[in-house]
């Protein structure tokens, strides 16, 4: 199973990033798909997370501003950030589990690799 975290770079407040991860060796339609953070001296945080279903849940800080999607035909989930602040500074993960309202890490499967976003303020 491969999971690989795109789309980071640099970025002003109140700008825009558009995350991808694909995901190969897997049966992509039956997996719960989420985004994890973890900034320097912290711990991985949950984001987001789209059911089988498309349903969507988010941490509490990130709703309105972030968004959560996914493309079974492209075995590819999405998370497309907005009005972003110096606080989203972090490397963001996508991952993989079977469990439903998963928002825990220990919850996930399988893990990408990350990808660096950093918001100057």
């Known amino acids: 199973v491969q999971l690989q975290a795109s789309g980071g770079g640099l970025v002003q407040a109140g700008g825009s990033l558009r995350l991808p991860c694909v995901a190969s060796g897997l049966t992509f339609n039956n997996y719960v798909l989420g985004w994890f953070r973890q900034a320097p001296g912290k711990e991985r945080e949950f984001v987001a997370a789209v059911s089988v279903s498309g349903g969507t849940y988010y941490a509490d800080d990130v709703k309105g501003r972030f968004t959560i999607s996914r493309d079974n035909a492209k075995n590819t989930v999405y998370l497309q950030m907005n009005s972003l602040k110096s606080e989203d500074t972090a490397i963001y993960y996508c991952?993989?589990?079977?469990?439903?309202?998963?928002?825990?890490?220990?919850?996930?499967?399988?893990w990408g690799q990350g990808t660096q976003v950093t918001v100057s303020s």
């Open positions: 991952a993989a589990t079977f469990y439903y309202r998963a928002y825990e890490a220990r919850q996930y499967n399988h």
